[in-house]
């Protein structure tokens, strides 16, 4: 998997667990400590960040281990996979 794809990916896994706990993205950009454009941006899939971000992103959240291997994409479930693929093809055809 190239970089490009793993931010896009990756960005689009925190979107799902972030929107599943029902969390605004002011609320992990300031646990964060980086301000919501920037936190935006990293669901988005347009800026770069390293594996301790992503492993703070995930005790905020409160993901479970096998969530927290989804978002690493060390173990990705292959139906949330496919769940976001699926919906970002469709947001950029419309």
Not at 31 to 51: F, H, N
Not at 65 to 71: G, K, Q, V
């Amino acid at each position: 998997m190239d970089k490009e794809t793993f931010y896009k990916l990756s960005g689009e896994i925190i979107r799902y667990y972030r929107r599943r706990k029902e969390l605004p993205q002011k609320y992990i950009a300031s646990a964060l400590g980086i301000s919501q454009p920037t936190y935006s941006r990293i669901e988005a899939g347009t800026t770069k960040y390293d594996a301790y971000l992503l492993r703070q992103i995930s005790e905020i959240l409160t993901l479970t281990s096998e969530e927290t291997a989804e978002l690493l994409l060390t173990k990705p479930n292959p139906q949330l996979v496919e769940l976001l693929q699926r919906n970002t093809t469709l947001r950029h055809k419309i």
